[in-house]
């Protein structure tokens, strides 16, 4: 089946997260869908499988303009989307899972859909037991079992996203070899990557997006350096940096080994001195969010220890961290660092050191005048702080953090901010370096962490590399972030 | 999201709402709603004894509204406020039983006091604790300790309690009148309970708006992740909040063991749902402890009024119930409809 996606515009509030992508998939094709964290290639995949509706633009099917108002109409005319975190029943069996999304009938066959399933999965060498229960099966079985699903539901054309994060490399390999079986029968594959070697492997034809809109389209094989610039663009600065003293180590990580259920980081050993930036780069979910909760004192090590001055802090709980100067500042402003509801002045009396019984709100009134003054936020001390805009929110977070502290990590600081707003940030950070504070950040903007960062680790699928900012170069970092150089 | 917040003309509406709706349920089974009311009406405050009940009916509730304030503050739905008030009342008597022969009533009345303020406490504490370190949602965690509390007053009313003689579920031997709150002459009414019961008000107030606790709380129910990564110690904030919520339901219960218009002795079903009331009247006050006190009043008024029903109408008294629960019901359908229409406006 050819799909073809005309001038497709949407948005969400203010973000303008596809900006007009055109784009033409032949049938019987691997195409592949290239772009960094944001680019919008999940929106635009979300919009082709009948998730979200596009704001303006037209879908066409094998020349047919057509137009879903959900998944499951989507897969009925023959499209179907495997999602980055699977969508399935994890405490029902393999052989309910499939008979769930069964159309149409009130009495099921059971017996006839296990012998179906049974046929599709010898077809792809896929080998679990259809009474098995879904939880009972690995992240690589369940899109094994959702992709077997979807054919048996007649999809024509199939869309994975990110399908290779959480699966090891064999079963890469079997996805792989089944992507290609697909082809061979006439359907469609689309598949979402941000791994330049896996596109560069599998795909006959790869369109890259960035910012919402697609900045090239090359038939494979290619150069990686040009699929670099297609997702990242060309601007290529001289950096500066003040040379700002390092001192002793503060962070101190020992052959940390951390992990969550779909990644684990192996034995990364990093010193971070006073005075010293750290920038984490990687694609979202690559591991340096785990490095730097670790780091916090919110995740406990699988393996290693954390040092912070000198001192062991492995598996300690979070206050003592906190207690030992260490300072977390995290990407969700509302979600995890500020307050919904609550005002300036009481975040300023929540954060108040000493511990006073009673509450002086004349005092926690001035104080917050006072840092509202000094941090230049926009802000009065009666202002809630969800009416803050972006940038003032992280200035307010930054605001509220403990004076001078020794270690200083954040996520994404400068996400969603403006040139002013970035500005005005990093000029404090660099201020509080100078004291002394040794920082760590992840961010996903490379001309952000060249700027910034004294040493950069690029993360890819758990493991780091270590970039020195000052000789790396844009592409270094962008192919990194792609993967090049992992094993 | 309550009362307060709603504006003039809804709350209006919501009230009239909710009458219009009882009166149609009273047509329904043939009486006038216009008597009906009037009944409810002259029930509360048709004589000074009548307005004494509604007062000695209210004092429960008042403090079990402080307590809620607090839980719900912390984000909590302390469900288990029933079970806290009987553990409250089970301290109360143990304390009673134990201490009566030996010492003067005044002293036994403030120990029994201290028993049940610990007694509720300990409950309310066990429901954290199952839910912080049991996983169990404080709803579930609190419904079930209500089972088991009530299931406690029967096992000792019928046990290790029970009269002399005859035991049956009416209750343990009532204590002497020197053992009751010493109240006005010719007015029915303690001045111990209504000082207990707007004291535990304001000083909830004052703890929630002034204090360091108080503001730590409101962080954690409104955002616990928030807080604690600020450090707050969330569990120990949650804890305490549990923990004085069910102390103040166990005075509750003290007080419906020794107050003017208790039976003075420990029955099954002691609570008398005046938990669950205090939970509408929170909700309807939108968490704010000065709106709590009119209505909790008001609450009060219509439980007690509706007792005349049937005494001299051929109507149950649960129509008081039926009343209560309209307003809450209509409060929140229009400030349901008013969120959601504000919602649709944005977009």
């Given at each position: 089946?050819?799909?073809?996606?005309?001038?497709?515009?949407?948005?969400?509030?203010?973000?303008?997260?596809?900006?007009?992508?055109?784009?033409?998939?032949?049938?019987?094709?691997?195409?592949?869908?290239?772009?960094?964290?944001?680019?919008?290639?999940?929106?635009?995949?979300?919009?082709?499988?009948?998730?979200?509706?596009?704001?303006?633009?037209?879908?066409?099917?094998?020349?047919?303009?057509?137009?879903?108002s959900?998944?499951?109409?989507?897969?009925?005319?023959g499209?179907?989307?495997?999602?980055?975190?699977?969508?399935?029943?994890?405490?029902?069996?393999?052989?309910?899972?499939?008979?769930?999304?069964?159309?149409?009938?009130?009495?099921?066959?059971?017996?006839?859909?296990?012998?179906?399933?049974?046929?599709?999965?010898?077809?792809?060498?896929?080998?679990?037991?259809?009474?098995?229960?879904?939880?009972?099966?690995?992240?690589?079985?369940?899109?094994?079992?959702?992709?077997?699903?979807?054919?048996?539901?007649?999809?024509?054309?199939?869309?994975?996203?990110?399908?290779?994060?959480?699966?090891?490399?064999?079963?890469?390999?079997?996805?792989?070899l089944?992507?290609?079986?697909?082809?061979?029968?006439?359907?469609?594959?689309?598949?979402?990557?941000?791994?330049?070697?896996?596109?560069?492997?599998?795909?006959?034809?790869?369109?890259?997006?960035?910012?919402?809109?697609?900045?090239?389209?090359?038939?494979?094989?290619?150069?990686?350096?040009?699929?670099v610039?297609?997702?990242?663009?060309?601007?290529?600065t001289?950096?500066?940096?003040?040379?700002?003293?390092?001192?002793?180590?503060?962070?101190?990580?020992?052959?940390?080994?951390?992990?969550?259920?779909?990644?684990?980081?192996?034995?990364?050993?990093?010193?971070?001195?006073?005075?010293?930036?750290?920038?984490?780069?990687?694609?979202?979910?690559?591991?340096?969010?785990?490095?730097?909760?670790?780091?916090?004192?919110?995740?406990?090590?699988?393996?290693?220890?954390?040092?912070?001055?000198?001192?062991?802090?492995?598996?300690?709980?979070?206050?003592?961290?906190?207690?030992?100067?260490?300072?977390?500042?995290?990407?969700?402003?509302?979600?995890?660092?500020?307050?919904?509801?609550?005002?300036?002045?009481?975040?300023?009396?929540?954060?108040?050191?000493?511990?006073?019984?009673?509450?002086?709100?004349?005092?926690?009134s001035?104080?917050?005048?006072?840092?509202?003054?000094?941090?230049?936020?926009?802000?009065?001390?009666?202002?809630?702080v969800?009416?803050?805009?972006?940038?003032?929110?992280?200035?307010?977070?930054?605001?509220?953090?403990?004076?001078?502290?020794?270690?200083?990590?954040?996520?994404?600081?400068?996400?969603?901010?403006?040139?002013?707003?970035?500005?005005?940030?990093?000029?404090?950070?660099?201020?509080w370096t100078?004291?002394?504070?040794?920082?760590?950040?992840?961010?996903?903007?490379?001309?952000?962490?060249?700027?910034?960062?004294?040493r950069?680790?690029?993360?890819?699928?758990?493991?780091?590399?270590?970039?020195?900012?000052?000789d790396?170069?844009?592409?270094?970092?962008?192919?990194?972030?792609?993967?090049?150089?992992?094993? | 999201?309550?009362?307060?917040?709603?504006?003039?003309?809804?709350?209006?509406?919501?009230?009239?709402?909710?009458?219009?709706?009882?009166?149609?349920?009273?047509?329904?089974?043939?009486?006038?709603?216009?008597?009906a009311?009037?009944?409810?009406?002259?029930?509360?405050?048709?004589?000074?004894?009548?307005?004494?009940?509604?007062?000695?009916?209210?004092?429960?509730?008042?403090?079990?509204?402080?307590?809620?304030?607090?839980?719900?503050?912390?984000?909590?739905?302390?469900?288990?406020?029933?079970?806290?008030?009987?553990?409250?009342?089970?301290?109360?008597?143990?304390?009673?039983?134990?201490?009566?022969?030996?010492?003067?009533?005044?002293?036994v009345?403030?120990?029994?006091?201290?028993?049940?303020?610990?007694?509720?406490?300990?409950?309310?504490?066990?429901?954290?604790?199952?839910?912080?370190?049991?996983?169990?949602?404080?709803?579930?965690?609190?419904?079930?300790?209500?089972?088991?509390?009530?299931?406690?007053?029967?096992?000792?009313?019928?046990?290790?309690?029970?009269?002399?003689?005859?035991?049956?579920?009416?209750?343990?031997?009532?204590?002497?009148p020197?053992?009751?709150?010493?109240?006005?002459?010719?007015?029915?009414?303690?001045?111990?309970?209504?000082?207990?019961?707007?004291?535990?008000?304001?000083?909830?107030?004052?703890?929630?708006?002034?204090?360091?606790?108080?503001?730590?709380?409101?962080?954690?129910?409104?955002?616990?992740?928030?807080?604690?990564?600020?450090?707050?110690?969330?569990?120990?904030?949650?804890?305490?909040?549990?923990?004085?919520?069910?102390?103040?339901?166990?005075?509750?219960?003290?007080?419906?063991i020794?107050?003017?218009?208790?039976?003075?002795?420990?029955?099954?079903?002691?609570?008398s749902?005046?938990?669950?009331?205090?939970?509408?009247?929170?909700?309807?006050?939108?968490?704010?402890?000065?709106?709590?006190?009119?209505?909790?009043?008001?609450?009060?008024?219509?439980?007690?009024?509706?007792?005349?029903?049937?005494?001299?109408?051929?109507?149950?008294?649960?129509?008081?119930?039926?009343?209560?629960g309209?307003?809450?019901?209509?409060?929140l359908?229009?400030?349901?409809?008013?969120?959601?229409?504000?919602?649709?406006?944005?977009?």
């Amino acid at each position: 089946m050819k799909v073809q996606l005309k001038d497709i515009h949407k948005h969400f509030g203010s973000v303008h997260a596809n900006a007009g992508v055109t784009l033409c998939v032949e049938s019987g094709t691997l195409h592949g869908l290239l772009g960094e964290n944001g680019a919008g290639k999940s929106t635009l995949m979300k919009v082709l499988s009948g998730f979200l509706s596009p704001d303006r633009g037209e879908i066409l099917l094998d020349g047919k303009p057509v137009s879903f108002s959900s998944p499951a109409q989507a897969v009925e005319l023959g499209v179907g989307m495997l999602h980055q975190d699977p969508l399935d029943f994890p405490a029902l069996s393999v052989l309910d899972n499939f008979l769930l999304g069964c159309p149409g009938h009130w009495l099921l066959d059971r017996r006839r859909v296990r012998t179906q399933l049974m046929e599709l999965l010898a077809q792809f060498d896929f080998q679990f037991d259809p009474e098995a229960l879904v939880s009972d099966l690995s992240v690589g079985q369940r899109q094994q079992l959702e992709i077997t699903r979807l054919l048996w539901l007649g999809v024509r054309v199939l869309i994975l996203d990110e399908p290779t994060t959480a699966i090891s490399a064999q079963q890469r390999e079997k996805l792989f070899l089944a992507l290609r079986k697909l082809t061979e029968q006439g359907k469609t594959v689309i598949f979402v990557s941000h791994k330049l070697e896996e596109v560069t492997r599998l795909c006959g034809k790869v369109t890259v997006l960035s910012h919402g809109k697609v900045t090239g389209e090359v038939a494979m094989p290619c150069p990686t350096d040009r699929l670099v610039r297609m997702m990242f663009g060309q601007t290529i600065t001289i950096r500066k940096r003040s040379t700002v003293p390092i001192g002793q180590p503060i962070l101190e990580l020992d052959h940390l080994t951390v992990g969550d259920w779909r990644l684990e980081v192996k034995s990364l050993s990093l010193k971070v001195s006073e005075g010293e930036v750290v920038g984490l780069a990687g694609l979202e979910g690559s591991g340096q969010q785990l490095v730097m909760r670790a780091s916090a004192g919110l995740l406990r090590p699988e393996g290693g220890r954390v040092l912070i001055a000198h001192m062991d802090m492995t598996g300690r709980p979070y206050r003592q961290f906190l207690e030992a100067g260490v300072s977390f500042m995290p990407a969700g402003r509302l979600e995890e660092g500020l307050i919904e509801g609550m005002t300036w002045t009481e975040h300023a009396a929540l954060v108040e050191r000493q511990l006073p019984f009673w509450v002086d709100w004349a005092m926690a009134s001035t104080n917050a005048a006072r840092c509202i003054q000094e941090f230049n936020i926009k802000a009065r001390p009666a202002t809630y702080v969800e009416d803050l805009s972006g940038g003032n929110q992280q200035r307010t977070l930054l605001a509220l953090l403990p004076p001078h502290p020794r270690l200083l990590l954040m996520e994404h600081p400068t996400r969603g901010l403006d040139m002013e707003s970035t500005e005005s940030i990093w000029g404090l950070l660099l201020g509080w370096t100078r004291s002394g504070t040794a920082i760590l950040f992840t961010s996903s903007d490379l001309d952000e962490l060249l700027d910034r960062s004294d040493r950069m680790l690029v993360f890819f699928g758990g493991q780091a590399r270590v970039f020195d900012a000052r000789d790396a170069t844009l592409e270094q970092l962008g192919e990194a972030i792609g993967g090049k150089g992992f094993e | 999201m309550g009362f307060r917040t709603t504006p003039l003309l809804l709350r209006i509406v919501a009230v009239a709402g909710a009458l219009l709706l009882s009166g149609a349920a009273l047509l329904l089974i043939g009486a006038s709603p216009v008597d009906a009311f009037g009944l409810i009406l002259s029930g509360a405050f048709g004589s000074p004894s009548r307005l004494a009940y509604v007062i000695t009916a209210w004092v429960p509730v008042l403090l079990c509204s402080a307590g809620l304030l607090v839980t719900f503050a912390a984000g909590l739905w302390n469900i288990g406020i029933e079970g806290q008030v009987v553990m409250g009342a089970v301290f109360a008597t143990g304390a009673i039983q134990a201490l009566q022969n030996t010492l003067p009533p005044a002293s036994v009345l403030l120990l029994a006091a201290l028993a049940g303020l610990l007694g509720g406490a300990l409950w309310g504490v066990f429901v954290g604790t199952l839910r912080f370190y049991g996983n169990v949602s404080e709803i579930f965690g609190g419904l079930g300790l209500n089972f088991i509390a009530g299931s406690l007053t029967v096992y000792l009313v019928l046990g290790p309690w029970k009269r002399p003689g005859i035991g049956s579920t009416s209750g343990t031997q009532p204590f002497p009148p020197s053992l009751w709150l010493p109240a006005f002459k010719g007015f029915h009414v303690s001045p111990v309970e209504i000082l207990l019961g707007l004291g535990a008000i304001a000083a909830i107030a004052v703890i929630l708006r002034g204090t360091r606790f108080g503001l730590q709380l409101k962080a954690v129910g409104k955002n616990q992740r928030s807080a604690f990564l600020m450090g707050i110690p969330i569990e120990r904030r949650m804890l305490l909040a549990f923990g004085l919520c069910g102390g103040l339901a166990g005075l509750a219960g003290w007080v419906l063991i020794v107050g003017t218009s208790a039976r003075h002795n420990l029955f099954p079903l002691i609570s008398s749902g005046y938990g669950f009331l205090a939970i509408l009247v929170v909700l309807l006050a939108d968490l704010n402890a000065l709106w709590s006190v009119p209505i909790s009043f008001f609450f009060a008024a219509i439980a007690m009024g509706s007792l005349q029903l049937p005494l001299q109408r051929q109507l149950d008294s649960s129509l008081g119930g039926v009343i209560q629960g309209m307003l809450v019901l209509f409060v929140l359908i229009t400030q349901g409809l008013q969120s959601r229409f504000i919602r649709q406006e944005r977009r």
